[in-house]
């Protein structure tokens, strides 16, 4: 499988994205997806997940109130929405397999990242 991050952008405190992660083939149901996320100066971390069987979502404390993640398998498509951004969610977002495993030395498949600004 391969996966594509994208819909990162330059966006004001205060505001929304949506991101996108596309992929390969129809693998939705086989595999948990998560978000990650690396800032400048810092460690990669674990954002968010869908489980593969159920569609279960799970967040990091600091977004739960902020995020939400969604797939919509006949698309092969998981979605990151995150509304009342701050400058902090500055980061390069990524989607990856084994996604609700938090553990970022965990061997998965990782996309390819998309950056979001959050700045005035």
């Known amino acids: 499988v391969q996966l594509q991050a994208s819909g990162g952008g330059l966006v004001q405190p205060g505001g929304s994205l949506r991101l996108s992660c596309a992929a390969s083939e129809s693998t939705l149901e086989s595999y948990n997806i998560g978000w990650f996320r690396q800032a400048p100066g810092k460690e990669r971390e674990w954002v968010s997940c869908?489980?593969?069987?159920?569609?279960?979502?799970y967040y990091e404390t600091s977004v739960e109130d902020r995020f939400t993640i969604s797939r919509d398998k006949s698309k092969n498509m998981v979605y990151l929405q995150m509304n009342l951004l701050k400058p902090e969610h500055t980061a390069v977002y990524y989607c990856a397999t084994e996604g609700c495993d938090e553990r970022i030395t965990v061997e998965r498949v990782w996309g390819r990242g998309t950056q979001v600004t959050v700045s005035s």
């Open positions: 869908i489980t593969g069987r159920d569609g279960k979502t």
